[in-house]
T-cell receptor, first 109, second 116 residues
Framework: DAKTTQPPSMDCAEGRAANLPCNHS???????VYWYRQIHSQGPQYIIH?????ETNEMASLIITEDRKSSTLILPHATLRDTAVYYC??????????WGAGTKLIIKP | GAGVSQSPSNKVTEKGKDVELRCDPI?????LYWYRQSLGQGLEFLIY????????KSGLPSDRFSAERTGGSVSTLTIQRTQQEDSAVYLC??????????????FGAGTRLSVL
């Protein structure tokens, strides 16, 4: 079973920041949290990952709470091309990614 | 090529037939994964290869499913005596290594299998 829970869907206006929440209250202290997204009819695409500290790259920012029970993926200026299913994933003790159903993010013009 | 390549992109078969799905990983990636994705669902792990080690087959749903990886590169997923419930998108991914916390997997576009 997935170790993460996400809302099934969200909307965001084009040009605004999209904030996608994820709960992962059962992950252990050394388990990374990964974010991938899947645009329709494509394979998943890596976005970002983190352990304890906040992370930022050219695609997004990842904010992890101090207790590591939840995190938020931030797309700073959402575009229509960011419409996709976003997966928040934990890695288990066997280094295997455990996928949930994700959040369907719809960017509206 | 620069990315993970899968073929065919679409496969339609009749119930009871065998199918083979192919995956070409990124050059130099030692780890290779197969996943299955049913409509509207997340990814279901099937099998994993790491270098010359014995594969992790813990996700294969039945003995009709098998996979091999020749020469540490190309992999083939075989489904024998296909059933309608096998209809799904089959995704392949590769990564540099697996047994570390920073394991970024790169995915192909998948093979959409339809069993009639």
């Amino acid at each position: 079973d997935a170790k993460t829970t996400q809302p099934p869907s969200m909307d965001c206006a084009e040009g605004r920041a999209a904030n996608l929440p994820c709960n992962h209250s059962t992950i252990s202290g050394n388990e990374y949290v990964y974010w991938y997204r899947q645009i329709h009819s494509q394979g998943p695409q890596y976005i970002i990952h983190g352990l304890k500290n906040n992370e930022t790259n050219e695609m997004a920012s990842l904010i992890i709470t101090e207790d590591r029970k939840s995190s938020t993926l931030i797309l700073p200026h959402a575009t229509l091309r960011d419409t996709a299913v976003y997966y928040c994933i934990a890695m288990d003790s066997n280094y295997q990614l455990i996928w949930g159903a994700g959040t369907k993010l719809i960017i509206k013009p | 090529g620069a990315g993970v390549s899968q073929s065919p992109s679409n496969k339609v078969t009749e119930k009871g037939k065998d199918v083979e799905l192919r995956c070409d990983p990124i050059s130099g990636h030692t780890a290779l994964y197969w996943y299955r994705q049913s409509l509207g669902q997340g990814l279901e792990f099937l099998i994993y290869f790491q270098g010359n080690s014995a594969p992790d087959k813990s996700g294969l749903p039945s003995d009709r499913f098998s996979a091999e990886r020749t020469g540490g590169s190309v992999s083939t997923l075989t489904i024998q005596r296909t059933q309608q419930e096998d209809s799904a998108v089959y995704l392949c991914a590769s990564s540099l290594v697996r047994r570390e916390a920073k394991n970024i997997q790169y995915f192909g576009a998948g093979t959409r299998l339809s069993v009639l």
